[in-house]
């Protein structure tokens, strides 16, 4: 199993549009990360695990899913970075897991990778993503392509034949 732990604020940080998107409404910035950590898991299978800082949301520690996206929001006084290396080290301990950590804190990925994590850079992961979603579009067309439309996919003498096969039974 392969498991995506996912810096929230970090990558919403270096992301243009989600920059951007954070100067007018920072939980729109969160959603939109969220929408594409979900298609990203679903194309790729990974298990992602999205960490967010307490230090934006007051009180203790806060779970759910969100479109099988495992949201965190750590407790408070908790970093991301804390708690992305208490579940490395958990998920580091079977060994059918290959932990990956999306980050660009240079000594978060220092530390994750000594734990055995493989490391991407918040733009890595974004390129990584927008690929993702290529490919889907991609798949789709050819979908659609290859779907018959509503034309007859036989002439009328052969459709006949069948017909008449069909009503010997």
């Not at 660009?104 to 055995?116: C, M």
């Amino acid at each position: 199993m392969d498991v995506l732990l996912v810096d929230g604020y970090n990558i919403i940080g270096a992301w243009p549009e989600l920059r951007e998107l954070k100067k007018r409404d920072l939980t729109s910035a969160r959603d939109r990360l969220l929408e594409d950590m979900a298609e990203y898991q679903a194309y790729k299978g990974y298990k992602v695990i999205v960490v967010f800082d307490a230090h934006f949301v007051e009180g203790i520690e806060k779970k759910y899913v969100n479109k099988k996206v495992e949201v965190v929001f750590t407790r408070e006084k908790e970093t991301a970075d804390e708690r992305i290396e208490k579940l490395t080290s958990q998920y580091q301990k079977d060994i059918r897991t290959q932990v990956h950590v999306a980050t660009s804190d240079h000594i978060e990925q220092s530390v994750t990778f000594g734990q055995g994590a493989l490391r991407i850079s918040a733009r890595e992961l974004l390129n990584e993503v927008n690929n993702c979603k290529k490919q889907i579009i991609e798949q789709i067309r050819y979908t659609n392509d290859e779907k018959p439309s509503g034309r007859k996919l036989f002439d009328e003498e052969i459709m006949a034949k069948l017909d008449k096969l069909r009503r010997r039974k």
